[in-house]
C-alpha cells in the first residue's frame, strides 16, 4: 500500500511515512527523481491509469494528497475521516475511496472535482480496498471486526457484510482477474 508503479511501468512511487513525503524513482535507472512533501505520516498511495495524478493517504492528517505525478507538484488535499490508511481508484478512476480506520468508514472522493461526495459506514477499522472488475463493487476489509465489507458504489451502500477469520487485513491487490471456467 505504500508503494505503487505506474501503468507505462516506468516509475515506482513511494511513501515515506516518517518523512511525511513521496518519492518517484525511475524503473529503470532504480534512482530516486524527485520527493515532494506531503501531509503527515502518508501510506496508501496509488495512481491513475493516465500515470497523471497520484492520490496519497496521510494517515495523521486526516487528508488525502492529490499529487501531478510527473512532476510531484500538489494539486489538492482533501479532508476524510480519521486515519486514512488505503485508497483505491474506482468506477474507472472517477472515484477514489479511502479507508478511514479511526471513524469505521470509506470516504468517496469526486476525483474531477477533489472533494468527498459520500461517507459510507463499514466494519471496526476498515483497512483494504479492492475494486471488483465489475467497477460497481468495493471490498473493504474490517481488521478488527474480522469482516468484509461490500459496497455497491452504485447506491453507495454496503451490500453484505461478510464474517471472516479474526484480523481481516488486506494491503495492495487483493482482487485477481481470471478466466472463468463457467
Known sequence: AGVVVSANGQYIYVSNRD????????????????????????????????????????????????LDAVNLT?????????????????????QLLVSNQDDDT??????NLNNVIETISV??????????PDQIHAYVTNWMSGTVSVINLNTMQVEQTIKTGQGSRAFGRFIQRTASTD
Open 74 to 94: 500538489k494539486i489538492a488535499t482533501i479532508e476524510v475521516g480519521e486515519l486514512p490508511y488505503v485508497v483505491a481508484l474506482a468506477q474507472s478512476g472517477k
Open 123 to 132: 466494519g471496526e477499522t476498515p483497512e483494504g480496498i479492492d475494486i471488483h
Open 106 to 111: 470509506v470516504s468517496v472522493i469526486d476525483t
Open 19 to 66: 518523512d511525511d513525503s513521496v518519492s518517484v524513482i525511475n524503473a529503470r535507472t532504480l534512482k530516486v527523481r524527485s520527493t515532494a512533501k506531503v501531509g503527515h505520516h502518508p501510506f496508501g498511495i496509488t495512481i491513475d491509469e493516465d500515470g497523471r495524478r497520484l492520490y496519497v493517504a496521510n494517515v495523521l492528517s486526516n487528508t488525502v494528497t492529490v
